[in-house]
């Protein structure tokens, strides 16, 4: 099973193929620093040169080095880079001869005295991992690869702790979110002013709205009017309104001057309703601004939500991981 498998197996969905190979490098490279000399020496590979032509090391970690006397290959001693003009000097206690060689570290290389001999030195290499393509890591020891694993999926999951601090769907929302408002108070303070314009689109104002030709109750006003009109207000005349009617006992007058009366207060009702509605209509209209912003938030809360739940199941994953990780890494180093 490839690692990139493995991992996802402890994480879920994880897509960022580069960061894997990353990880699962820098996890071999943490754990080869911790090992025993025992299980380290399974991460070194043998390299040649002569001495007296100082080789380019790829880590600091030296197993050990041999110089070849002619007959067998002899053991170096290491001395500092310090004291390698003494052990150049035959002369010298620090001397270092074809089978007593010596070998020192010096600005990234190494070098063997005395020169012209033929090298070989064990060094650890930290090996480089295609998590979607490798399922084991060459010259690494196969009790430790589980453990890798472990590391990358405990960085995977931290980078998915990362991503919810600026997870862009929340963050789009938010501007949604800001949109709607701007345009609710902009829209709803459009609207309350077509409450406040008494000469135009007005529902309410000041004395006009009842009184000019163009405000929304002149109709009311005027069915009403007309109503008290055939009342008590002489019309037609004095004495066929309804109370002029009742005094002279004409009981057919005062009934059409009623009929007449109830219609036109009909009217008025009608004409109040319509006023009314427009006044629902405002309202409504802001409600619809002021709803499509709730939504945005709505969105917003529910996102978070799911977020935070994510982001806890992370947050538990990652220390249940940690636990076995640093309980491998202890029983690697030989604790108990």
């Not at 754990?31 to 040169?49: H, K, Q, W, Y």
């Not at 290491?78 to 003009?85: D, E, F, R, V």
């Amino acid at each position: 099973m490839a690692f990139d498998t493995q991992i996802q197996d402890l994480i879920g969905t994880f897509t960022d193929q580069a960061a894997m190979d990353t990880w699962m490098g820098d996890g071999a490279k943490e754990i080869i620093n911790v090992m025993p000399d025992g299980l380290r020496v399974l991460c070194a590979s043998e390299a040649t040169f002569t001495s007296g032509t100082p080789n380019t090391l790829n880590t600091g970690k030296v197993l050990f080095i041999t110089r070849n006397d002619g007959t067998i290959d002899q053991p170096c001693r290491k001395i500092p880079a310090l004291l390698a003009g003494r052990a150049a000097d035959t002369v010298d206690m620090q001397y270092a001869s074809a089978t007593d060689p010596a070998f020192f570290i010096k600005n990234n290389t190494i070098d063997v005295l005395p020169a012209s001999g033929a090298c070989k030195y064990s060094e650890v290499q930290y090996p480089t991992v295609d998590a979607s393509a490798d399922s084991a890591i060459a010259v690494f020891p196969d009790e430790a690869e589980y453990l890798v694993v472990l590391y990358a999926s405990i960085k995977a999951l931290q980078q998915l702790m990362t991503a919810k601090h600026g997870n862009t769907n929340i963050t789009a929302s938010f501007t949604k979110l800001n949109d709607a408002l701007t345009n609710a108070t902009a829209s709803a303070n459009a609207a309350v002013a077509k409450f406040e314009n008494a000469n135009s689109e007005s529902v309410f104002g000041d004395e006009s709205t009842f009184l000019t030709d163009d405000s929304q109750l002149t109709r009311v006003k005027n069915a009403l009017d007309a109503a008290e009109n055939v009342v008590n207000n002489n019309q037609p005349s004095s004495d066929t309104d309804a109370f002029g009617a009742q005094a002279n006992e004409d009981v057919e007058i005062v009934s059409s001057a009623l009929n007449i009366a109830q219609t036109e207060i009909r009217r008025a009702q009608a004409h109040l309703s319509e006023w009314t509605a427009i006044g629902d209509m405002r309202v409504k209209e802001i409600n619809a601004y002021l709803s499509t912003a709730q939504g945005h938030a709505s969105e917003i809360q529910a996102r978070l939500n799911v977020d935070n739940t994510e982001y806890s199941w992370y947050e538990k994953q990652q220390q249940k991981l940690q636990a076995d990780y640093d309980k491998g890494l202890k029983l690697l180093m030989g604790g108990e």
